[in-house]
């Protein structure tokens, strides 16, 4: 899942930014309200972790302007305005939660995860499913035909990213942004590395093969028969 963390001061986003990967996550980060509303605007993302006061345009303003162009992605505001009228005022615009700094991580995490639960519609959505292949978000488990795969969680997140735009041909810079947070270095072959353990764990040993590799153009989770 990608999250966006809007937060300006430097420490703070490295800190959230760095946790979340680690617990797979995809994850942005801008450092102003302009910057943050543009992010929100043209990213797919599911999840916006956004703090108050901001260079630029204050969360408030971010916020208010998502939900005026309607934009419906949940909101979890966190900031060090910890006064109850502002926690009102934030969820009166439309946040899904407010935390107040300073914070524990783990308590973060923890809203974070039941905000997921919930999803954009108010739906649960726990679990993506290719074929036989399923993973899990909230217990971060993937098994194919009920058979238990351990991945990493590079692994999980690109699994995750291939599951989630199922049929597409993803190509290597997209990858390397949205799972390593990179830009494509074409002399590495870390993707190539990658790709290539999750093939052996997710495939081998079936009939069907879902992970493609379109030469020249990117990779492919699917069933073969449907290209």
Known sequence: MKILIVEDE?????YLRQGLREAGFVVELATDGIDGLHHALEGDHDLVILDVMLPGMDGWQVLKSLRERGREVPVLFLTARDQVDDRVRGLELGADDYLVKPFSFSELLARVRTILRRGRTGIEVTTLKVADLELDLLRRRVTRAGRRIDLTAKEFGLLELLMRRQGEVLPRSLIASQVWD??????TNVIEVAIRRLRAKMDEGFESRLLQTVRGMGYVLELPESR
């Open 182 to 187: 990179m830009n494509f270095d074409s002399d």
């Open 10 to 14: 430097p420490k703070t986003g490295d």
